[in-house]
């Protein structure tokens, strides 16, 4: 796994939009989002707000790399 780094996001027009976790208000670690999506063979996978777990097969097409204390989406590679 390789760590993309922070982007920005629009919840209405998501770049990973795939599959969607939501752990109703409990923490989501990003080892856990990586894991889940894997076992939903997605090629990314991204935290947000520590409780929402983004999944997609494609990545980087919408959204602006920001710097980590801005942060609203975390972004991981998972496999190629």
């Known amino acids: 796994d390789e760590y993309m780094g922070c982007y920005t996001d629009d919840?209405?027009?998501?770049?990973?939009?795939g599959a969607v976790?939501?752990?109703?208000?409990?923490?989501?670690?990003p080892e856990l989002c990586n894991?889940?999506?894997r076992d939903q063979e997605f090629a990314y996978a991204a935290t947000q707000g520590g409780t929402h777990c983004y999944?997609?097969?494609?990545?980087?097409?919408?959204?602006t790399k920001i710097n980590q204390y801005y942060i609203t989406v975390y972004i991981f590679f998972i496999f190629s």
Request: proline letters at 0%; charged letters at 15%.
């Open 55 to 63: 999944c997609g097969s494609s990545f980087g097409s919408k959204f």
């Open 11 to 17: 919840s209405g027009s998501r770049d990973l939009n």
């Open 35 to 37: 894991i889940w999506c």
């Open 21 to 29: 976790h939501a752990t109703m208000g409990k923490s989501l670690l």
